[in-house]
């Protein structure tokens, strides 16, 4: 869905380690592989403030704000998820490079999205067309009778 959702912007690549990765996943080893294949690289990881404010649950978190300059945008809490948008980011806050992005606060999350089509509803207008027929015609999300 990500490779379909980033077709069309030739200057990302997708990059599917994570996914075929045998075992556990974490970012610290994802990182750790991105600096061995291209030395003196700079890395950004862009979270939402949700994730950010429990990056220190994250397995070697203090490692990976030593690596990475952490990216995070506001979001919109979602129904259940306990983010509170007064919360500071704290583990981000002892991150020697980080960066608050100024963009505009989506009014859904993923976790939204998937509990509406689980419910039945449209999403085709929250989300890139060709990952809206992905998911319809995988029936990704909902439970077939």
Same mark, same amino acid.
């Given at each position: 869905?990500?490779?379909?959702? =980033?077709?069309?912007?030739?200057?990302?690549?997708?990059?599917?380690?994570?996914?075929?990765?045998?075992?556990?996943?974490?970012?610290?080893?994802?990182?750790?592989?991105?600096?061995?294949?291209? #030395?003196?690289?700079?890395? =950004?990881?862009?979270?939402?403030?949700?994730?950010?404010?429990?990056?220190?649950?994250?397995?070697?978190?203090?490692?990976?704000?030593?690596?990475?300059?952490?990216?995070?945008?506001?979001?919109?809490?979602?129904?259940?998820?306990?983010?509170?948008?007064?919360?500071?980011?704290?583990?981000?806050?002892?991150?020697?490079?980080?960066?608050?992005?100024?963009?505009?606060?989506? #009014?859904?999350?993923?976790?939204?999205?998937?509990?509406?089509?689980?419910?039945?509803?449209?999403?085709?207008?929250?989300?890139?067309?060709?990952?809206?027929?992905?998911?319809?015609?995988?029936?990704?999300?909902?439970?077939?009778?």
């Amino acid at each position: 869905m990500v490779q379909l959702a =980033f077709a069309d912007l030739a200057s990302a690549a997708v990059d599917d380690r994570e996914t075929t990765r045998s075992g556990p996943s974490y970012t610290i080893d994802t990182l750790h592989e991105i600096m061995a294949l291209w #030395p003196g690289c700079q890395l =950004f990881l862009i979270l939402g403030a949700d994730q950010a404010r429990v990056l220190h649950r994250w397995k070697a978190y203090q490692d990976i704000i030593g690596v990475a300059t952490i990216c995070f945008a506001d979001r919109a809490c979602s129904v259940g998820d306990g983010c509170d948008r007064a919360d500071a980011p704290t583990a981000v806050q002892t991150a020697i490079r980080q960066v608050h992005l100024q963009m505009p606060m989506l #009014p859904i999350s993923a976790t939204d999205i998937r509990t509406l089509i689980a419910a039945g509803a449209d999403v085709t207008a929250m989300i890139h067309p060709q990952v809206a027929r992905y998911i319809a015609h995988h029936h990704l999300y909902t439970t077939i009778q």
